[in-house]
């Protein structure tokens, strides 16, 4: 019963539920005369609870009459009903049979009925589509006999279906199953799980249908393909009960932890989340962008999680980072749990390589451990084999193990998946578990557990302690700088966007993609950030990846808005049906179409990335100088075509503005780079810029909704709109601009969020404000002269952190939750702009521009 109860909790994370059940003898006792057979009360209350929940549905599929099924049980409209074993899904089923079905099923009730007068104790049931011979009354020897008779007579008319149950054998005239019923209903309501009660031969059927996350119970004796068995009806009342209470609680996100509060941890080749109670729930190897091991996250716990908790439910008393670094400690009462990959020999370069996420337990008391690694998101069958010295992982494709001397391992099977499960008694040393990806022994290190963590400490900090941070929300900029460079994937130099897929932009819906991957404009930005703060290699090391994509690229016109992180193509994108998303959010994705959008706003930010590193005087070459010229070449080629946009909306291609500022910014940060680089000019350059910023001013600006509006001609607001004068091309003093700021903050900023924009984009529901756009719109405050009103929705930006600093992607306003893939690059670089902009006084009241007279550029509709 433990590993049913398991499964119950599982089960009750589906997006789309399906509970169903035979009657006589699993929701009904088996009673002498089945005219009394009535459902228990506590099952009748139950399953009414079920079918009041959101995105569950419950039915009675029986082997009786539908009329009979539904004057005998007495459930409400919310439970279907289903009749004849699946023939019957309505009251007025009989009335679609064809006059030879109807003769035929006549006949059967004719010979039926004449084999049934030979002795007491035998009656027939007459149904729509069928005809029941009952011998359960009949003594032994007399239900042999007759079931013989029906056997080698009626049983053998043409066209006529057999179907055996307890003391029953029922003639067809239909071809139908309860695994027919099931198939149906799977279908008819999109059930992406569906737990099935049964106890008669007939059920078998039912249980030969279910697959993957479905769940079988047994009620009783005998073979069955059911996974799982009981004893009786009432058994069946209490799981009812307990699925129905899980299911409740888990729809009303009873402990579902909030996006922002996971933390991060990382060796710049992958990263992990782990949740404020010490459980990580994320983890993909052996890179960021690599399938999962644990993907509780998005799946339940049958996705894989690493569990350490005080053995008697206590909570923990506190989480935090030791300062300037991604070593995670979480507090309980009298122990402490520490965090970490393991960066003691410093940054990962070689693509070959292993990753050791390592935890320490110190103190004292009882703890209990759970490891439940699961492999290729839980799709592939994960087994564990106990040594000496930890555990083994033996179908992985790759070795991994977990070190863990002294711990007693307890393996449990959980369906195709194994557990293993500890308890250990701390009495004040330190109990160390080393996961090791990469590598198949279980060998202790020269270096200790709590020496690796202190060089781990003291890598990140070393790093963070050469920033020249702002005085402006100090603490808070230096972990967005540590969350960029986790980011980091030192093996190639790319940069992703975010450290998740799928985490949902509005919850319970469709609206929700895989991050996991370096987006050339998100990776600019966030080297850019890092760059402004003091540190260039990360910058440099990007580049290197850029050069690397570009040159297995047939024009720089053709790049792809985001690439793998190795630099390979993202070819596909596709969705793991077996989990259930975060708080039901689905699809649960891998991979990502936007990747064959075509985004023109790509190129700008790269060459503005290699302005800012000549600016700071960065050892640039002629490689970079190639990489600019190719950029320009691009927009050349393209600027003046329609493209998807920086949001990546899966319509028709638009001529957004957004990306046309973007075209102006890679030409005007070439023309300063020109001068400095090779110290001439190119007039074929700035003839390119100022036709584009004269194409964006006469065709961007609305006259209807004085603003400058999301795409060429339509009248929509968009957030990144503002990079008209975040950028140069116009002089913030612009009246357009401070218009066009108005009008954004009017409509479509909500307290301390702003959305990207309001429009219908072919997806349902509703996503939150973008951390992004928030920040977007303080630069633009401060350019406009209102330094109060941006130093006050930075206040109250810094506000929506989590705990341990971190930020996903959106913030939805309705209800308070951070919404989104987590930590987001996005997010943590406008931060970092945002702190060094209010950080820098009053003086500049300009556009960041490339050249000395960017914002002032002559053009015919200046």
Not at 8 to 16: D, G, M, N, Q, S
Not at 211 to 222: A, L, Q, R, S, T
Not at 471 to 491: F, G, H, K, N, Q
Request: hydrophobic share 40%; net charge negative; proline share 5%.
């Amino acid at each position: 019963m433990t590993e049913l109860k398991d499964r119950l909790e599982e089960i009750a994370r589906a997006p789309v539920l399906l509970v169903a059940s035979d009657y006589d003898g699993t929701l009904a006792p088996i009673v002498p005369d089945p005219a009394d057979a009535r459902p228990l009360r506590e099952t009748q209350v139950a399953l009414s609870a079920l079918a009041g929940l959101a995105n569950t549905h419950v039915a009675v599929i029986s082997g009786r009459a539908l009329r009979d099924l539904a004057d005998l049980s007495g459930f409400g409209d919310g439970i279907r009903l289903i009749g004849s074993h699946g023939s019957e899904f309505d009251l007025d089923f009989s009335q679609v049979l064809s006059e030879d079905l109807v003769q035929l099923r006549d006949r059967l009730v004719d010979e039926l009925g004449a084999i049934a007068k030979r002795h007491e104790g035998l009656h027939i049931e007459i149904k729509p589509a069928s005809v029941a011979f009952h011998y359960r009354r009949a003594p032994e020897d007399v239900g042999r006999e007759a079931l013989a008779a029906v056997e080698e007579g009626p049983a053998k008319i043409a066209d006529v279906q057999t179907r055996h149950g307890k003391k029953v054998i029922e003639l067809s005239v239909l071809a139908t199953s309860k695994g027919f019923a099931i198939e149906i209903l799977r279908q008819r309501i999109g059930a992406s799980c569906v737990i099935f009660f049964g106890d008669d031969l007939t059920d078998e059927d039912a249980f030969a249908t279910l697959k993957g996350p479905d769940i079988g119970v047994k009620v009783g004796e005998g073979e069955t393909l059911a996974a799982y068995r009981v004893d009786e009806t009432t058994d069946v009342a209490v799981l009812l009960a307990q699925l129905c209470e899980l299911r409740s609680e888990w729809l009303t996100s009873a402990g579902s932890v909030p996006i922002e509060e996971h933390s991060l941890i990382s060796d710049q080749r992958t990263s992990a989340l782990v949740t404020p109670d010490a459980r990580i729930n994320w983890l993909c190897l052996p890179a960021l962008d690599s399938p999962a091991i644990f993907a509780e996250l998005v799946g339940g716990p049958s996705a894989g999680f690493f569990a350490v908790r005080a053995a008697d439910g206590s909570r923990p008393t506190g989480q935090s980072y030791r300062p300037g670094s991604m070593v995670l400690e979480t507090r309980f009462e009298g122990f402490r749990v520490t965090d970490f990959f393991d960066c003691s020999q410093g940054r990962p370069r070689q693509r070959a390589g292993r990753s050791d996420l390592i935890r320490i337990l110190e103190g004292r008391g009882p703890v209990e451990i759970e490891f439940a690694p699961r492999l290729e998101f839980g799709r592939m069958a994960t087994s564990l084999e106990v040594h000496e010295h930890g555990l083994v992982i033996r179908n992985s494709h790759d070795p991994i193990v977990l070190r863990s001397p002294g711990v007693v391992w307890t393996v449990e099977d959980h369906g195709m998946h194994q557990t293993a499960v500890a308890h250990v008694e701390l009495d004040g040393g330190a109990v160390v578990l080393d996961l090791r990806y990469g590598v198949g022994s279980l060998r202790d290190t020269v270096a200790l557990g709590h020496e690796r963590r202190d060089l781990t400490s003291a890598y990140w900090a070393d790093w963070a302690g050469t920033l020249d941070l702002p005085d402006v929300a100090t603490e808070l900029i230096e972990r967005s700088a540590l969350v960029l460079r986790a980011l980091c994937y030192s093996p190639s130099g790319a940069i992703a966007a975010a450290a998740t897929t799928s985490l949902p932009e509005h919850i319970g819906g469709v609206r929700n993609w895989d991050y996991r991957y370096c987006w050339l404009r998100d990776a600019a930005l966030s080297a850019s950030a890092l760059v402004k703060l003091g540190s260039i290699s990360e910058a440099m090391h990007y580049l290197d990846w850029v050069l690397g994509v570009l040159d297995n690229t047939s024009s720089p016109a053709n790049l792809r808005p985001l690439y793998k992180l190795s630099g390979a193509s993202v070819d596909s994108e596709a969705e793991i049906g077996e989990l259930c998303g975060y708080r039901g959010s689905r699809p649960v994705r891998v991979g990502n179409l936007a990747a064959n959008q075509v985004q023109l706003d790509v190129f700008g930010p790269i060459v503005e990335l290699i302005h800012d590193l000549l600016v700071r005087e960065a050892p640039l070459s002629s490689e970079h100088w190639r990489l600019v010229e190719a950029m320009v070449s691009a927009v050349a080629a393209r600027w003046d075509e329609p493209d998807h946009g920086i949001w990546e909306v899966r319509t028709a291609q638009r001529h957004h503005v957004h990306s046309k500022v973007m075209c102006w910014l890679t030409v005007d940060r070439a023309i300063a780079i020109a001068r400095v680089f090779h110290e001439k000019e190119r007039p074929d350059w700035i003839a390119l810029r100022d036709a584009i910023r004269a194409d964006v001013l006469e065709k961007g600006w609305s006259e209807e909704r004085q603003a400058f509006t999301g795409a060429y001609g339509a009248p929509e607001l968009d957030a990144a709109a503002l990079w008209i004068g975040i950028s140069g091309l116009v002089d913030p003093r612009d009246p357009r601009f401070v218009a066009t700021v108005e009008a954004i903050e009017r409509e479509l900023r909500v307290g301390p969020t702003v959305f990207r924009y309001r429009i219908e984009d072919g997806l349902p529901g509703i996503e939150g404000g973008f951390h992004v756009c928030a920040s977007w719109l303080i630069d633009s405050y401060w350019l406009v002269g209102r330094e109060d009103d941006a130093r006050a929705l930075f206040e109250a930006l810094s506000n929506l952190a989590g705990p341990t600093g971190l930020y996903a992607e959106q913030y939805g306003p309705d209800g308070g939750i951070s919404l989104g893939n987590h930590p987001q690059a996005y997010s943590h670089l406008g931060l970092i702009e945002n702190a060094l902009r209010l950080a820098s006084g009053r003086a500049t009241r300009t556009g960041a521009r490339g050249d000395g007279s960017a914002t002032g550029a002559k053009s015919s509709s200046s």
